[in-house]
């Protein structure tokens, strides 16, 4: 359960880079090799501190109560404790100038949509939220059954 947890906050970071820097400039960040270990690794880098000390009391082991099937609400649970720590992360990297992700954001001009709505919002919960309202007006969904002519325009 906490892997699951783990592969949807990588999606959040990725959205979080793409707000940011990345957006329609995918190949060219890729080509950089900006999202290496060390990129997730500054986010990361507060989950599982214990786990990475003794991994018999990691989160991620079998026996931890996270690794044991259950339902959606803690699996929810998981998510939201594990995206908290993400969010601190974030936070700290985008008020400091001289962070290796601002750097990022001005190596390749990014607008800094993210990280500017982070930094004016007083709460997590308000923040995820307005990245959620702000990724569905930046990025424009093809549906599943879009020509191809349409998918060519938006992509």
Do not use: C, H
């Not at 979080?16 to 995918?26: G, T, V, Y």
């Not at 308000?126 to 998918?151: H, N, Y």
Request: glycine share 6%; aromatic share 10%.
């Amino acid at each position: 359960m906490v892997t699951s947890a783990l592969i949807a906050l990588l999606g959040d970071i990725y959205r979080l880079a793409l707000l940011d820097f990345a957006l329609n400039r995918e190949s060219e960040v890729i080509a950089a090799e900006v999202f290496g270990a060390d990129y997730f690794a500054v986010f990361l880098r507060s989950i599982d501190v214990a786990g990475r000390q003794k991994p018999q009391d990691s989160l991620f082991s079998r026996n931890s109560a996270w690794a044991i099937g259950g339902s959606g609400a803690l699996e929810k649970r998981i998510y939201v404790a594990l995206r908290s720590e993400v969010y601190k992360a974030y936070r700290a990297m985008v008020a400091s100038p001289d962070s290796s992700y601002r750097k990022t954001i001005r190596r390749f001009n990014g607008s800094g949509l993210a990280s500017s709505l982070a930094q004016k919002t007083a709460t997590e919960d308000l923040f995820w939220g307005q990245i959620e309202d702000l990724w569905m007006r930046t990025f424009k969904p093809v549906p599943p059954s879009a020509p191809a002519a349409v998918v060519a325009e938006t992509g």
